[in-house]
């Protein structure tokens, strides 16, 4: 199989509201799903009508176990009815019982992301919140949505102060859509705030989407200064179908990158520590693979 680049990026900037004072309260019921495999697969930026990659992708998760994760931009290009029943539901919806789906700025642009939420009524938390919380090997997974707002005295920020906090001495892994750090086209500074908290209780990992190929970078701080001690490592996993992004810089940290194939990315999650391996679709040949501990 071979692969077309896309050499330019057709897509509105995202939306990013980062205002604060959402309504709600941080201690809303959040999906407490209970402890589940030790292994988290997924990838961002799935399926595209007319596109062969979601299914390529779906293909892997057919013989993997475990949970599966979405970093958004699930339904592209408008996040509508439509787009979920005949490309995603074919392909990665197939595994839907066992998804904890995060959404991406496409999924919002229809009826403010109704369709989204709809689609994965069945897994996402019953109080209606798009952002949540489980465990996955030991971890505390964390799943976030930076389309509405994250800043400090929101909702959402106010609610993730409350999940890190009961969830100090775990290791810690968040995915959401918008990356602060790319060496593509969308590295999304609007989203530093987010990271700060995150950075502040130790959080491990961040997978994100958004930009379509991928990225893994070494730890470092919001501000993108090395550090091996506490750093968040963050992978960029842009891969789950939609056509792949050319890179336009070599950002500060990055430690790998390709964008010639589809794939996801596999965490093995353990007490203190975890793997991860990029898997590519068949017909690719990129891997990435390694091992770290956690900073706890």
Known sequence: MTFALVPRVVLATALLVAASGCGGSPSSPTSQLGSI?????????????????????????????????????????????????????????????RMRPSPGNHDYRTQNGAPYREYFRSVLPASGLTYYGYDVGGWRILALDTNIPFSAGSAQERWLRTELEGSRGKCVLAYFHHPLFSSGPWATPAVQPLWSVLYEFGVDVVVNGHDHLYEQFAPQ?????????????????????????????????????????????????????????????????????????CSY
Request: aromatic share 12%.
């Open 221 to 293: 701080d919001p501000f993108g200064r090395p550090d091996d001690a506490r750093g968040i490592r963050q992978f960029t996993v842009g891969t789950g179908g939609a056509g792949l992004y050319a890179f336009v810089r070599s950002a500060p940290n990055s430690q790998v990158r390709d964008n010639s194939t589809w794939g996801v990315i596999r965490f093995t999650l353990r007490p203190g520590s975890y793997d991860w391996e990029f898997i590519p679709v068949s017909g690719g040949s990129f891997h990435d693979s390694g091992t770290a501990t």
């Open 37 to 97: 495999s030790g292994t988290l697969t997924g990838a961002g930026d799935i399926s595209m009508c007319g596109e062969p990659g979601a299914e390529a992708t779906a293909k892997l998760l057919d013989s993997l176990s475990g949970t599966v994760f979405t970093a958004g931009d699930n339904a592209q290009y408008r996040g509508a009815p439509t787009e979920y029943d005949e490309c995603f539901e074919p392909t990665w919806g197939r595994h839907k019982s």
